[in-house]
């Protein structure tokens, strides 16, 4: 192999990428396919949370375990285990052969995806810079936005809500089948500079830190998917919004989460981390609180500056988790992360259901 992607990091980005990409897709398409997949089964809209739990369970466990994992078995083992559930758990769903073993293969996908979200994001995080992450999570975006109108392709063409999953699952095979070009560069890419400081050090506080990082993500992710998810409602239904501007205000959203996110890939190494989340920080503040307010009927338009704001939230706190709380067990930390951002994502919703 030759050209950009010549050398094994290089390799092991490109391959991060992908999973990203396929990661978002799913996410994108899952809703999209749900009424179809619903009805071929006879069950109702309530059968939904049957799915979410299984997905998110799954998640959640191999979020915790993914670092633990990692340091024993190193990098490659575990994605090549977690780009291997994924691709079974999208063939299982794919095949829809009964309610329950549908419901096996989203449980499996939670524990593929989980695997492989918190495995790239530890590694990006330890052994390469902002740009990178900031290019990782811009990707997801991107395969969230396609999601839906891949599995839309389908679904309008009649009862066919299975073949995206079917496509999903040969992509993340042919992950499985290239994981070998990436293994030096997961394995054996030196720490960045930055964190390679941190190696054997003490982190003071560390504790109190982690348990303060832990309850920021929590809140954070579930404010960014409360907004996405609730917007809509809010704008449309509360404040009598017409239905097509209130879905384009709800879209520039999650237009203005990529964006900012691949902004950062492109810019983001220029500006020190604890800068961008003070201005991060200080543009979400106004744009929330013009958004609540809806000072002049100006709310919806403040929503694609919340998703820009919120953009690169994330990112920046997690690849800054080795600076801050050691590089030594940053591949956990990063697991507990996105453990308890899926928390966040479940429960934080449904408290402010009724603000809706």
């Given amino acids: 192999m030759s050209g950009r992607f010549s050398t094994p990091p290089q390799r092991a980005i490109l391959i991060g990428l992908g999973v990203f990409v396929l990661l978002g897709l799913t996410d994108g398409a899952i809703g999209t396919v749900w009424p179809d997949l619903r009805d071929d089964f006879g069950r109702t809209d309530g059968s939904f949370g049957q799915v979410f739990a ?20 190193g990098m490659t083992a575990v994605f090549r285990v977690g780009s291997t559930l994924a691709a079974l758990a999208f ?30 994001n530890a590694w990006i995080a330890v052994k390469r810079r902002q740009r990178e992450m900031g290019l990782l999570h811009g990707f ?36 499985v089948v290239a994981s070998p070009l990436a293994r030096e560069g997961f394995d054996d890419t030196p720490d960045a500079p930055d964190v390679e400081a941190t190696r054997g050090r003490a982190v003071e506080a560390s504790s109190y830190l982690l348990a303060l990082v832990l309850g920021w993500f929590f809140l954070y992710v579930g404010v960014e998917v409360s907004t996405g ?28 989460l990529t964006v900012g996110r691949f902004l950062l890939a492109f810019g983001g190494d220029r500006v020190a981390p604890e800068v961008i989340m003070s201005w991060a920080s200080a543009l979400a503040a106004v744009a929330a609180a013009t958004f609540a ?64």
């Fill in 140 to 175: 997801y975006g991107v395969g969230a936005s396609a999601g839906p109108l891949v599995a839309a392709a389908f679904v309008a063409g009649g009862d066919q809500w299975g073949v995206p999953f079917w496509i999903f699952a040969v992509l993340q095979a042919g992950i």
């Fill in 54 to 73: 299984c997905l998110s369970g799954g998640y959640l466990i191999a979020s915790v375990a993914s670092g633990h994992l990692s340091e024993r078995f």
């Fill in 229 to 256: 998810q609730w917007s809509f409602t809010l704008l449309s239904e509360a404040r009598g919004t017409d239905e097509m501007l209130a879905s384009v205000f709800v879209a520039s959203y999650w237009v203005g």
């Fill in 293 to 356: 307010s809806d000072l002049g009927g100006l709310g919806g338009f403040a929503l694609p500056l919340l998703g820009f704001a919120f953009s690169v939230m994330f990112p920046v706190v997690v690849n800054r988790t080795p600076i801050y709380l050691g590089a030594d067990r940053a591949a956990r930390i990063v697991g507990y992360q996105l453990a308890t951002s899926s928390a966040g994502a479940i429960i934080v919703p449904a408290l402010l259901r009724p603000l809706a």
């Fill in 91 to 120: 063939g299982i769903i794919g095949l829809g052969s009964s309610w329950a073993t549908t419901l096996v293969g989203f449980a499996l996908l939670g524990l593929g995806n989980g695997t492989l979200d918190s495995a790239v």
